[in-house]
């Protein structure tokens, strides 16, 4: 079992950043592949981007790309998300996830195996 809580949502202006965490604890991420998804109100939950656990690879959703920026600690369990130059369309509740297999995330539904609660980022105009 992997256990996962997100923090560092909050209200941020158009153009402003914010850094999301998720700490993980349960097992060794050893062979995980961990990523970030959002849901807006009204929306399905999308991808946003991911990071092998123990190589450090990286994949984005084109959205997101330039702008976001997906690391981890390994030592403290902890994935990160810095956003940058947040829009509007940024808004809503940001999940982390882990599992296995990067197609758990990327293929829609995606069907990772953990996910975290959610935080809020809220970008206004």
């Known amino acids: 079992q992997v256990q996962l809580v997100e923090s560092g949502g909050g209200l941020v202006q158009a153009g402003g950043s914010l850094r999301l965490s998720c700490a993980a604890s349960g097992r060794t991420l050893s062979g995980y592949v961990m990523g970030w998804f959002r849901q807006a109100p009204g929306k399905e939950r999308e991808f946003v981007a991911a990071i092998r656990w123990s190589g450090g690879s990286t994949v984005y959703a084109d959205p997101v790309k330039g702008r976001f920026t997906i690391s981890r600690a390994k030592a403290e369990n902890t994935m990160y998300l810095q956003m940058n130059r947040l829009k509007p369309d940024d808004t809503g509740v940001y999940y982390c996830?882990?599992?296995?297999?990067?197609?758990?995330?990327?293929?829609?539904?995606?069907?990772?195996?953990?996910w975290g609660q959610g935080t809020q980022v809220t970008v206004s105009s």
């Open positions: 996830a882990a599992d296995p297999l990067i197609p758990s995330m990327t293929r829609r539904p995606a069907t990772p195996n953990y």
